[in-house]
């Protein structure tokens, strides 16, 4: 009888998997035949969304900041990117076309200990083989030669950090990067203002993990990404398009950012600086939006809310579809 229920579960599954492909919606597993990627901080199986199918476009990956998810979890209700995947699949892609990796779990280990937001489980290049073999597996799978990239935040220089380890440009056709920390973060200051190196808040000191690569502009880590005088921000034939908030991203600005206070803008040494840039990318197309906070109706800030802003949508479904370079750009 257990075996039974069992078949019949499986059953279900693989018929409601294929219900959501025809329909074309964008859903929360990996699909059957995909390889299962071991998360090398988690040392569970990387969570993710994509299916089978034909592919004629060239397939995206999504790629969420850090203490998020790719969709909407148990732990995380807010996980969004999978909402911008769905309206490229409104607009015309298959959803064999497109990939969402899940490089943090479901983020329900936060809760025993909230300091694992700037731990080292949470780093770039702790991440960084996560995404190398998830990029890799969706080529296999699809057959693709080239892939397309969509990050948000943490997501951004991920994804660059992995082109940078691999020398992956010729890989990347091209990348949307949605309001990332590629020049710093404001939240890693010893200023006694600023209130996210409490354990509660995330242990954000300087001496974290997330601090120690994203805490200045002037990090080892932002360094040997950006180069010398940014050479290294937008280098080979891949084509970049920043979408960036102008206003307000508590990541970022030393304003009030919906419910979350801001800090000040000091850096990890106890520098005064400027993030209100850090998305800016040298020699990328950009796009400054302001209001974002509009479209996160839970905490209204700028810094979630582009990403599920319709402009920010729109934006990334006319740059990965513009042919004005020709058809093989």
Not at 307 to 313: A, D, E, Y
Request: hydrophobic content about 40%.
């Amino acid at each position: 009888m257990k075996t039974w229920i069992r078949h019949a579960a499986a059953l279900a599954t693989f018929v409601a998997a294929a219900a959501a492909q025809a329909a074309g919606l964008v859903g929360s597993t990996l699909p059957a035949g995909f390889p299962s990627i071991e998360d090398t901080s988690l040392r569970k199986p990387l969570i993710g969304f994509g299916a089978a199918g034909a592919v004629t476009r060239t397939p995206v990956i999504f790629i969420h900041g850090n203490n998020d998810t790719p969709f909407p979890t148990l732990c995380n209700p807010l996980g969004r990117i999978q909402a911008l995947a769905q309206y490229l699949a409104d607009h015309g892609y298959a959803t064999s076309e497109l990939w969402g990796v899940g490089y943090q779990g479901d983020q329900c280990d936060l809760a025993a200990d909230q300091t694992r937001r700037s731990s080292i489980a949470h780093t770039n290049a702790a991440n960084v083989p996560d995404l190398r073999r998830f990029v890799r597996a969706v080529m296999e799978f699809t057959g693709a030669r080239r892939v397309d990239i969509v990050g948000h935040s943490l997501g951004v220089t991920l994804a660059r950090e992995w082109i940078r380890q691999d020398e992956a440009q010729q890989l990347v056709r091209r990348f949307v990067a949605i309001d990332g920390p590629n020049h710093g973060i404001i939240n890693c200051s010893p200023d006694p203002a600023n209130y996210f190196q409490a354990p509660a808040a995330g242990g954000f000191t300087p001496a974290s993990d997330v601090c120690q690569e994203l805490g200045s502009p002037d990090t080892p880590f932002l360094r040997l990404l950006n180069g010398r005088n940014g050479r290294n921000e937008n280098d080979g034939p891949t084509r970049v398009l920043v979408i960036r908030n102008g206003d307000a991203s508590f990541v970022y600005f030393p304003v009030l950012d919906g419910v979350i206070a801001p800090v000040p803008a000091v850096d990890s040494f106890g520098k005064p600086t400027d993030f209100s840039r850090s998305a800016s990318l040298r020699g990328a197309r950009e796009i400054v939006l302001t209001g974002q906070g509009a479209y996160d109706l839970v905490l209204g800030t700028g810094h979630l809310g582009i990403l599920n802003s319709p402009q920010t949508w729109q934006a990334t479904f006319e740059f990965l579809n513009d042919r004005s370079r020709g058809k093989d750009d």
